[in-house]
């Protein structure tokens, strides 16, 4: 019993450690890339998701294009060829998309 109770505890001291270091790299600027695509929208904050995912799709149809609603999971991993756009409950853009 003793073991299981030291487990748990150490699990949730882990969590916790865990937790702000996940927030602040969700929260990095986006990585400067060479070529002329843009690696940022920020005229496109305030208005609809989803006009924001079609003026980026009209730039470069090559682009996976995503609508992040505020509690998705998303995945860490850094592809080029993707841009996610973050909104908020009404479907607004929260910041600048990025490719990412």
Known sequence: MSN???????LVVI???LVPTIAFVN????VSMAGDQPKSWPDLV????TEARE???AEDPTLQVGIV???MMVTMDYRMDRVRI?????GIVLRPPTLG
Not at 4 to 10: D, E, G, K, Q, Y
Not at 86 to 90: E, G, L, W
């Open 86 to 90: 973050y909104v908020d409950k009404d």
């Open 27 to 30: 929260d990095l600027p986006p």
């Open 55 to 57: 003026k980026i799709l």
């Open 4 to 10: 299981n109770r030291s487990f748990f505890l150490l």
């Open 15 to 17: 969590a916790t450690l």
């Open 69 to 71: 609603r505020p509690g």
């Open 46 to 49: 305030g208005i609809p998701g």
